[in-house]
């Protein structure tokens, strides 16, 4: 077989690319208006991007890691948008130093527990990690850079938090995650804190009042825990060690180990398991509403919710689906555009009342969960049921027939011939 040059492949991975895109939008013609918005923002939060060159590097490395995502960071008020740009960045040197298995246990304990003091060496870089990672900390002296050019008040929220993640981290390094204390803990250092440190960044910038930590805690475990969920595979695979997170509290009641549920003859145990730890993570959405709705500054909110309603879209996605354990389980890129093109509270209610819904519909009256996981779908759905009115559907497959598409595509067609006949 002839090997295809580098150069043949690259075009053949964008054509083939694009053609999913096209079999995409076929397939949900209504994602076409989402999609379309996406790009135009995206051009515009291009056009946002700091002259700084340390800043510039910053929000280089904040598309790249956060893909997307990094479209609301960059709608938030220009002080703001700084300040959290870098703090996610600090916050993802952490993880890139606590994912390298090939740095020495010793050495990454000092870097976990002290790099919130390396943030204040101009020189500082370490060389780990792998792609956007590797190139991100052997350039993050740029990020510090950027860090000491934020006001004090910034700095000491940024510094506070990064070492009480560095903290979690270590205590988690070799630790099994056996109850669910344990797991409300880990999820709290690896992501509950950043939720703290948000508000704080919030409250600093005097665009929001003070939140209790209980829901800014909330706000960080619903994400990191949709993120436990959906990986099931690719950390259960993970070499040289597993690094699954699934508490053994919960697990151990449908296996004697946790891959066990991989095996098909085992795929009922495994959808036991897996919509228990779904429901556990429903258990926060409330809490999540409850600190949206006070956010007062519309790109605030529209940055928070991104990643909330994404994060339900997930577990809904993934609640009582096989795929989470033979493959994987991704939201598709039309969705997410909608997602991300949120405006209110209103758009809020309506995402999670329409994920909640379609949780409901896949409850089976004889999962161990069911009743629990009711409960907290029923509590979300009543709050919402009253504030939705006029609002978009957001759905995880189209409900508008190809003839929609094809309707828009005959139209655009014309409007094409009739310029065309007009140059003529």
């Given at each position: 077989?002839?090997?295809?040059?580098?150069?043949?492949?690259?075009?053949?991975?964008?054509?083939?690319?694009?053609?999913?895109?096209?079999?995409?939008?076929?397939?949900?013609?209504?994602?076409?208006?989402?999609?379309?918005?996406?790009?135009?923002?995206s051009a515009a939060a291009n056009r946002a991007i700091p002259s700084d060159p340390n800043l510039a590097f910053c929000y280089q490395m904040l598309r790249r890691v956060?893909?997307?995502?990094?479209?609301?960071?960059?709608?938030?008020?220009?002080?703001?948008?700084?300040?959290?740009?870098?703090?996610?960045?600090?916050?993802?040197?952490?993880?890139?130093?606590?994912?390298?298995?090939?740095?020495?246990?010793?050495?990454?304990?000092?870097?976990?527990?002290?790099?919130?003091?390396?943030?204040?060496?101009?020189?500082?870089?370490?060389?780990?990690?792998?792609?956007?990672?590797?190139?991100?900390?052997?350039?993050?002296?740029?990020?510090?850079?950027?860090?000491?050019?934020?006001?004090?008040?910034?700095?000491?929220?940024?510094?506070?938090?990064?070492?009480?993640?560095?903290?979690?981290?270590?205590?988690?390094?070799?630790?099994?995650?056996?109850?669910?204390?344990?797991?409300?803990?880990?999820?709290?250092?690896?992501?509950?804190?950043?939720?703290?440190?948000?508000?704080?960044?919030?409250?600093?910038?005097?665009?929001?009042?003070?939140?209790?930590?209980?829901?800014?805690?909330?706000?960080?475990?619903?994400?990191?825990?949709?993120?436990?969920?959906?990986?099931?595979?690719?950390?259960?695979?993970?070499?040289?060690?597993?690094?699954?997170?699934?508490?053994?509290?919960?697990?151990?009641?449908?296996?004697?180990?946790?891959?066990?549920?991989?095996?098909?003859?085992?795929?009922?145990?495994?959808?036991?398991?897996?919509?228990?730890?779904?429901?556990?993570?429903?258990?926060?959405?409330?809490?999540?509403?409850?600190?949206?709705?006070?956010?007062?500054?519309?790109?605030?909110?529209?940055?928070?919710?991104?990643?909330?309603?994404?994060?339900?879209?997930?577990?809904?996605?993934?609640?009582?689906?096989?795929?989470?354990?033979?493959?994987?389980?991704?939201?598709?890129?039309?969705?997410?555009?909608?997602?991300?093109?949120?405006?209110?509270?209103?758009?809020?209610?309506?995402?999670?009342?329409?994920?909640?819904?379609?949780?409901?519909?896949?409850?089976?009256?004889?999962?161990?969960?069911?009743?629990?996981?009711?409960?907290?779908?029923?509590?979300?759905?009543?709050?919402?049921?009253?504030?939705i009115k006029n609002r978009r559907a957001f759905t995880i497959e189209s409900k508008f027939g190809h003839e929609t598409f094809l309707v828009v595509a005959l139209f655009?067609?014309?409007?094409?011939?009739?310029?065309?006949?007009?140059?003529?």
């Amino acid at each position: 077989m002839v090997k295809q040059g580098p150069a043949r492949f690259e075009r053949d991975s964008k054509q083939s690319f694009k053609m999913g895109i096209i079999g995409a939008i076929l397939k949900n013609p209504e994602d076409l208006h989402h999609l379309l918005k996406l790009k135009m923002a995206s051009a515009a939060a291009n056009r946002a991007i700091p002259s700084d060159p340390n800043l510039a590097f910053c929000y280089q490395m904040l598309r790249r890691v956060s893909g997307s995502f990094s479209i609301v960071i960059l709608q938030l008020e220009p002080g703001l948008r700084n300040a959290v740009c870098v703090f996610y960045l600090v916050l993802r040197g952490l993880q890139a130093v606590e994912d390298d298995l090939t740095i020495p246990y010793d050495l990454k304990v000092e870097l976990l527990r002290n790099l919130h003091k390396k943030i204040f060496d101009r020189d500082f870089h370490f060389p780990c990690g792998n792609n956007d990672y590797k190139l991100l900390m052997d350039k993050f002296y740029l990020v510090i850079l950027a860090f000491l050019g934020l006001t004090t008040g910034y700095q000491e929220v940024i510094t506070e938090i990064t070492e009480r993640m560095g903290e979690g981290m270590v205590k988690y390094l070799n630790t099994e995650i056996i109850s669910r204390e344990d797991y409300n803990e880990y999820c709290h250092f690896s992501a509950g804190l950043m939720g703290l440190g948000l508000t704080r960044i919030f409250y600093t910038a005097g665009m929001e009042q003070f939140t209790p930590d209980y829901l800014s805690n909330a706000m960080g475990l619903f994400l990191q825990k949709t993120n436990v969920i959906r990986d099931y595979l690719e950390n259960i695979n993970a070499q040289p060690t597993s690094r699954l997170r699934w508490p053994k509290e919960v697990w151990s009641k449908y296996a004697d180990k946790p891959e066990a549920f991989m095996d098909e003859t085992n795929y009922k145990q495994g959808l036991h398991c897996l919509n228990e730890m779904v429901t556990d993570a429903l258990s926060h959405g409330l809490d999540c509403l409850h600190y949206m709705a006070a956010l007062q500054d519309q790109p605030n909110l529209r940055f928070c919710a991104t990643f909330q309603i994404t994060a339900l879209g997930t577990l809904a996605m993934c609640y009582n689906n096989v795929e989470v354990f033979r493959g994987s389980v991704r939201m598709r890129r039309g969705l997410t555009a909608k997602i991300l093109d949120v405006k209110n509270m209103v758009d809020v209610y309506g995402a999670f009342y329409d994920f909640t819904r379609l949780i409901a519909a896949k409850i089976d009256k004889t999962d161990p969960s069911a009743v629990t996981t009711h409960k907290f779908v029923d509590d979300i759905r009543s709050i919402c049921r009253f504030e939705i009115k006029n609002r978009r559907a957001f759905t995880i497959e189209s409900k508008f027939g190809h003839e929609t598409f094809l309707v828009v595509a005959l139209f655009v067609i014309l409007v094409i011939m009739l310029l065309i006949v007009t140059k003529q």
